[in-house]
Protein backbone atom coordinates (compact mmCIF):
# COMPACT_ATOMS: atom_id res chain seq x y z
CA UNK A 1 0.00 0.00 0.00
CA UNK A 2 1.43 3.67 -0.72
CA UNK A 3 1.05 5.88 2.20
CA UNK A 4 0.25 9.37 1.63
CA UNK A 5 3.25 11.97 1.58
CA UNK A 6 2.57 13.88 4.99
CA UNK A 7 0.98 17.29 4.07
CA UNK A 8 3.07 20.71 5.45
CA UNK A 9 2.46 23.48 7.36
CA UNK A 10 4.96 25.74 9.30
CA UNK A 11 6.67 22.87 11.05
CA UNK A 12 3.94 20.41 11.25
CA UNK A 13 4.62 17.12 9.32
CA UNK A 14 1.12 15.09 9.21
CA UNK A 15 -0.21 12.27 6.76
CA UNK A 16 -3.94 12.50 5.30
CA UNK A 17 -4.67 9.25 7.04
CA UNK A 18 -3.79 10.95 10.76
CA UNK A 19 -6.46 13.56 9.65
CA UNK A 20 -9.36 11.81 8.54
CA UNK A 21 -8.75 9.64 11.86
CA UNK A 22 -8.67 12.70 13.94
CA UNK A 23 -11.87 14.09 12.11
CA UNK A 24 -13.72 10.40 12.34
CA UNK A 25 -12.63 10.72 16.21
CA UNK A 26 -13.82 14.21 17.04
CA UNK A 27 -17.50 13.19 14.49
CA UNK A 28 -17.68 10.25 17.32
CA UNK A 29 -17.27 12.83 20.18
CA UNK A 30 -20.05 15.31 18.59
CA UNK A 31 -22.51 12.38 19.62
CA UNK A 32 -23.26 11.78 23.46
CA UNK A 33 -22.02 8.22 24.69
CA UNK A 34 -25.87 7.18 25.31
CA UNK A 35 -27.07 8.10 22.30
CA UNK A 36 -24.05 7.01 20.10
CA UNK A 37 -24.67 3.35 21.91
CA UNK A 38 -28.78 3.91 21.15
CA UNK A 39 -28.19 4.30 17.54
CA UNK A 40 -25.52 1.74 16.86
CA UNK A 41 -28.39 -0.53 18.18
CA UNK A 42 -31.07 1.33 15.91
CA UNK A 43 -28.96 0.77 12.99
CA UNK A 44 -28.29 -2.94 13.65
CA UNK A 45 -32.16 -3.32 13.75
CA UNK A 46 -32.44 -2.27 10.63
CA UNK A 47 -29.75 -4.70 9.34
CA UNK A 48 -31.51 -7.65 11.04
CA UNK A 49 -34.86 -6.85 9.26
CA UNK A 50 -32.62 -6.42 5.83
CA UNK A 51 -30.64 -9.64 6.24
CA UNK A 52 -34.22 -11.76 7.22
CA UNK A 53 -35.58 -10.20 4.10
CA UNK A 54 -32.58 -10.68 1.88
CA UNK A 55 -32.28 -6.75 0.83
CA UNK A 56 -29.92 -4.59 1.23
CA UNK A 57 -29.70 -2.22 4.01
CA UNK A 58 -27.09 0.32 2.62
CA UNK A 59 -28.22 1.73 0.29
CA UNK A 60 -32.04 0.57 1.09
CA UNK A 61 -34.80 1.07 -1.56
CA UNK A 62 -37.74 3.21 -0.04
CA UNK A 63 -39.94 0.51 -0.03
CA UNK A 64 -37.65 -1.55 2.07
CA UNK A 65 -37.82 1.10 4.54
CA UNK A 66 -42.13 1.29 4.43
CA UNK A 67 -41.80 -1.99 4.93
CA UNK A 68 -39.73 -1.75 7.49
CA UNK A 69 -41.95 1.11 9.74
CA UNK A 70 -44.60 -1.24 9.15
CA UNK A 71 -43.26 -4.07 10.43
CA UNK A 72 -42.12 -1.93 13.58
CA UNK A 73 -45.38 0.36 14.11
CA UNK A 74 -46.86 -3.56 15.27
CA UNK A 75 -44.22 -3.41 18.07
CA UNK A 76 -42.56 -0.45 19.31
CA UNK A 77 -43.93 3.28 20.32
CA UNK A 78 -43.96 6.25 17.83
CA UNK A 79 -40.97 7.70 19.59
CA UNK A 80 -38.72 4.18 18.91
CA UNK A 81 -39.99 4.36 15.56
CA UNK A 82 -38.78 7.91 15.03
CA UNK A 83 -35.24 7.83 16.05
CA UNK A 84 -34.45 4.40 14.46
CA UNK A 85 -35.76 6.55 11.35
CA UNK A 86 -33.17 9.45 11.95
CA UNK A 87 -30.73 6.81 12.07
CA UNK A 88 -31.85 5.21 8.83
CA UNK A 89 -31.39 8.43 7.35
CA UNK A 90 -28.59 9.53 9.34
CA UNK A 91 -25.85 6.84 8.01
CA UNK A 92 -27.36 7.01 4.29
CA UNK A 93 -26.38 11.10 4.39
CA UNK A 94 -23.11 10.28 6.37
CA UNK A 95 -22.17 7.45 3.52
CA UNK A 96 -23.23 9.88 0.94
CA UNK A 97 -25.43 7.27 -0.85
CA UNK A 98 -28.95 8.58 -1.86
CA UNK A 99 -31.62 8.64 1.61
CA UNK A 100 -34.66 6.76 1.30
CA UNK A 101 -35.78 8.67 4.07
CA UNK A 102 -35.83 11.79 2.03
CA UNK A 103 -38.66 9.68 -0.49
CA UNK A 104 -42.71 10.58 -0.79
CA UNK A 105 -43.24 7.04 0.05
CA UNK A 106 -41.83 7.03 3.36
CA UNK A 107 -43.01 10.16 4.43
CA UNK A 108 -46.84 9.19 3.71
CA UNK A 109 -45.58 6.17 5.62
CA UNK A 110 -44.60 7.20 8.33
CA UNK A 111 -47.06 9.92 8.39
CA UNK A 112 -49.88 7.04 8.98
CA UNK A 113 -48.24 5.56 11.37
CA UNK A 114 -48.13 8.78 13.23
CA UNK A 115 -51.70 9.15 12.99
CA UNK A 116 -52.42 5.59 13.64
CA UNK A 117 -50.58 5.39 17.11
CA UNK A 118 -51.14 8.72 18.33
CA UNK A 119 -51.28 8.68 21.99
CA UNK A 120 -50.91 11.31 24.49
CA UNK A 121 -46.99 12.01 25.49
CA UNK A 122 -45.96 10.23 28.82
CA UNK A 123 -44.65 12.88 30.78
CA UNK A 124 -42.93 12.16 34.48
CA UNK A 125 -45.34 13.57 37.22
CA UNK A 126 -43.75 17.18 38.84
CA UNK A 127 -42.96 17.30 42.19
CA UNK A 128 -44.02 20.25 43.71
CA UNK A 129 -43.67 22.35 47.03
CA UNK A 130 -46.44 20.34 48.89
CA UNK A 131 -44.51 17.35 48.11
CA UNK A 132 -41.24 18.55 48.88
CA UNK A 133 -42.14 19.79 52.14
CA UNK A 134 -43.64 16.28 53.13
CA UNK A 135 -40.54 14.44 52.12
CA UNK A 136 -38.50 16.82 53.39
CA UNK A 137 -40.25 16.57 56.57
CA UNK A 138 -39.77 12.90 56.65
CA UNK A 139 -35.73 12.31 55.93
CA UNK A 140 -33.74 10.82 58.65
CA UNK A 141 -31.69 13.14 59.13
CA UNK A 142 -29.38 11.52 61.01
CA UNK A 143 -28.15 9.47 58.49
CA UNK A 144 -25.81 10.74 55.78
CA UNK A 145 -28.23 8.83 53.44
CA UNK A 146 -31.51 11.48 54.28
CA UNK A 147 -29.44 14.06 54.71
CA UNK A 148 -27.52 13.61 50.78
CA UNK A 149 -31.00 12.71 49.71
CA UNK A 150 -32.68 16.06 51.25
CA UNK A 151 -30.08 18.04 49.64
CA UNK A 152 -29.80 16.66 46.16
CA UNK A 153 -33.41 16.49 46.01
CA UNK A 154 -34.17 20.42 47.12
CA UNK A 155 -31.00 21.07 44.60
CA UNK A 156 -32.55 19.45 41.44
CA UNK A 157 -35.69 20.99 41.54
CA UNK A 158 -34.51 24.87 42.30
CA UNK A 159 -32.35 24.46 39.58
CA UNK A 160 -34.38 22.32 37.72
CA UNK A 161 -31.29 20.32 37.03
CA UNK A 162 -31.17 17.10 34.52
CA UNK A 163 -29.97 14.00 37.13
CA UNK A 164 -26.74 14.00 34.68
CA UNK A 165 -25.94 17.45 35.89
CA UNK A 166 -26.57 16.68 39.39
CA UNK A 167 -24.68 13.46 39.50
CA UNK A 168 -22.02 15.43 37.52
CA UNK A 169 -21.54 18.67 39.50
CA UNK A 170 -18.17 18.79 41.42
CA UNK A 171 -17.60 21.04 44.74
CA UNK A 172 -15.70 23.68 42.63
CA UNK A 173 -18.83 24.54 40.45
CA UNK A 174 -21.00 25.74 43.87
CA UNK A 175 -19.60 29.23 44.83
CA UNK A 176 -21.40 31.34 47.28
CA UNK A 177 -23.72 34.81 46.93
CA UNK A 178 -25.11 36.99 48.61
CA UNK A 179 -27.94 35.96 47.62
CA UNK A 180 -27.48 32.06 47.27
CA UNK A 181 -25.19 29.78 45.48
CA UNK A 182 -24.13 29.84 41.84
CA UNK A 183 -23.86 26.30 40.30
CA UNK A 184 -22.07 26.18 37.03
CA UNK A 185 -23.25 23.44 34.97
CA UNK A 186 -19.98 22.68 32.57
CA UNK A 187 -22.02 20.36 30.37
CA UNK A 188 -25.46 19.04 29.52
CA UNK A 189 -27.97 17.04 27.25
CA UNK A 190 -28.12 20.37 25.10
CA UNK A 191 -24.89 21.74 25.56
CA UNK A 192 -22.56 19.21 24.34
CA UNK A 193 -19.78 21.52 23.65
CA UNK A 194 -19.52 22.79 27.13
CA UNK A 195 -19.98 25.95 26.73
CA UNK A 196 -21.80 25.72 30.24
CA UNK A 197 -24.28 27.99 31.98
CA UNK A 198 -25.20 29.49 35.74
CA UNK A 199 -27.71 28.89 37.78
CA UNK A 200 -28.79 30.93 40.91
CA UNK A 201 -29.98 28.77 43.82
CA UNK A 202 -31.70 31.14 45.82
CA UNK A 203 -32.05 31.10 49.58
CA UNK A 204 -35.67 29.37 50.38
CA UNK A 205 -38.14 31.34 52.67
CA UNK A 206 -38.80 28.08 54.36
CA UNK A 207 -35.59 26.41 56.28
CA UNK A 208 -37.11 23.34 56.08
CA UNK A 209 -36.52 23.48 52.02
CA UNK A 210 -33.79 25.76 51.38
CA UNK A 211 -31.90 24.39 48.73
CA UNK A 212 -28.63 26.57 50.32
CA UNK A 213 -28.71 25.46 53.58
CA UNK A 214 -29.23 21.80 52.57
CA UNK A 215 -26.01 21.39 50.54
CA UNK A 216 -24.12 22.77 53.14
CA UNK A 217 -25.71 20.55 55.50
CA UNK A 218 -24.44 17.30 53.19
CA UNK A 219 -20.70 18.86 52.45
CA UNK A 220 -20.77 19.92 56.52
CA UNK A 221 -22.05 16.31 57.56
CA UNK A 222 -20.11 14.30 54.85
CA UNK A 223 -17.00 16.54 54.80
CA UNK A 224 -16.72 16.69 50.95
CA UNK A 225 -15.01 19.40 49.65
CA UNK A 226 -13.83 19.03 46.18
CA UNK A 227 -14.52 16.65 43.22
CA UNK A 228 -17.70 14.81 42.87
CA UNK A 229 -20.55 16.45 45.20
CA UNK A 230 -23.05 13.42 45.54
CA UNK A 231 -21.41 10.02 46.28
CA UNK A 232 -22.74 6.72 47.01
CA UNK A 233 -23.05 5.69 50.62
CA UNK A 234 -22.67 2.21 51.86
CA UNK A 235 -25.05 0.27 53.98
CA UNK A 236 -22.67 0.64 57.00
CA UNK A 237 -23.38 4.53 56.28
CA UNK A 238 -20.38 5.38 55.26
CA UNK A 239 -19.62 7.31 51.98
CA UNK A 240 -17.40 5.78 48.98
CA UNK A 241 -15.74 7.16 46.60
CA UNK A 242 -17.81 7.14 43.69
CA UNK A 243 -20.12 9.52 42.81
CA UNK A 244 -23.86 8.64 42.19
CA UNK A 245 -24.73 7.76 38.62
CA UNK A 246 -27.86 9.16 36.82
CA UNK A 247 -30.11 6.00 37.79
CA UNK A 248 -29.83 6.50 41.29
CA UNK A 249 -31.28 9.75 41.39
CA UNK A 250 -34.29 8.30 39.80
CA UNK A 251 -34.18 5.57 42.63
CA UNK A 252 -33.75 8.20 45.49
CA UNK A 253 -36.85 10.59 44.08
CA UNK A 254 -39.07 7.42 43.72
CA UNK A 255 -38.16 6.36 47.40
CA UNK A 256 -38.97 9.82 48.37
CA UNK A 257 -42.50 9.82 46.86
CA UNK A 258 -43.18 6.48 48.10
CA UNK A 259 -42.37 7.30 51.40
CA UNK A 260 -45.03 9.96 51.57
CA UNK A 261 -47.54 7.28 50.25
CA UNK A 262 -47.63 8.30 46.48
CA UNK A 263 -47.36 5.83 43.68
CA UNK A 264 -43.32 6.18 42.58
CA UNK A 265 -43.70 4.81 39.45
CA UNK A 266 -44.88 8.25 38.24
CA UNK A 267 -42.32 10.14 38.87
CA UNK A 268 -38.73 9.74 38.74
CA UNK A 269 -35.54 12.28 38.59
CA UNK A 270 -36.94 14.33 35.53
CA UNK A 271 -39.75 15.38 38.33
CA UNK A 272 -37.48 17.74 39.81
CA UNK A 273 -37.14 19.77 36.43
CA UNK A 274 -40.68 19.29 35.54
CA UNK A 275 -41.77 20.41 39.06
CA UNK A 276 -39.83 23.83 39.31
CA UNK A 277 -41.17 24.66 36.00
CA UNK A 278 -44.82 23.84 37.16
CA UNK A 279 -44.77 24.85 40.01
CA UNK A 280 -43.16 28.54 39.07
CA UNK A 281 -45.86 28.65 36.44
CA UNK A 282 -48.87 28.19 39.23
CA UNK A 283 -46.80 30.58 41.32
CA UNK A 284 -47.12 33.38 38.60
CA UNK A 285 -43.84 32.95 37.47
CA UNK A 286 -42.68 34.55 33.78
CA UNK A 287 -42.30 32.00 31.04
CA UNK A 288 -38.98 34.37 30.46
CA UNK A 289 -37.86 33.87 34.21
CA UNK A 290 -38.38 29.70 33.77
CA UNK A 291 -36.96 29.40 31.31
CA UNK A 292 -33.52 30.90 32.02
CA UNK A 293 -33.74 29.03 34.99
CA UNK A 294 -34.61 25.78 33.28
CA UNK A 295 -32.38 26.33 30.86
CA UNK A 296 -34.60 24.77 27.46
CA UNK A 297 -33.73 25.84 24.47
CA UNK A 298 -37.26 24.47 23.14
CA UNK A 299 -39.52 27.05 24.34
CA UNK A 300 -42.12 24.75 23.27
CA UNK A 301 -41.06 21.81 25.47
CA UNK A 302 -41.40 24.41 28.36
CA UNK A 303 -44.44 25.29 27.53
CA UNK A 304 -46.47 22.00 28.28
CA UNK A 305 -44.92 22.63 31.74
CA UNK A 306 -45.90 25.98 31.72
CA UNK A 307 -48.95 25.14 30.63
CA UNK A 308 -50.25 22.30 33.63
CA UNK A 309 -48.68 25.50 35.89
CA UNK A 310 -51.27 27.22 35.05
CA UNK A 311 -54.61 25.92 34.52
CA UNK A 312 -56.18 27.42 37.44
CA UNK A 313 -54.13 30.30 37.99
CA UNK A 314 -55.91 31.96 35.01
CA UNK A 315 -59.15 29.82 35.12
CA UNK A 316 -61.92 31.55 33.06
CA UNK A 317 -64.77 28.97 34.56
CA UNK A 318 -63.22 30.06 37.67
CA UNK A 319 -64.12 33.60 37.26
CA UNK A 320 -67.71 32.72 36.28
CA UNK A 321 -68.60 32.68 39.90
CA UNK A 322 -69.73 28.72 39.80
Not at 3 to 31: F, H, M, W, Y
Not at 35 to 52: E, G, M, P, V
Not at 73 to 101: D, F, Y
Not at 194 to 207: E, F
Amino acid sequence: MVRTPPLIQGNDSVSIEDLLAEAQAAARDSIPENTARAYKDDWKDFQRFCLSHRISALPARPECVCAYLASRAKIHKVATIRRRLTVIGKVHRIRGVENPVDDVRVRQTWLGIRRQNSVPEERKAPALLKDLQAICNGFDLTTLAGIRDKALILLGFAGAMRRSELVALNCDQIQMADDGLVILVRKSKTDQLGAGRKIGIPYGSNPLTCPVKSVFEWMTASGISSDALFRKVNQHGRIEGNRLCAHSVALIVKRAFAAIGKPPLPFSGHSLRAGLATQAAMSGASERSIQNQTGHKNIKVLRTYIRDGSLFRDNAAKKTGL
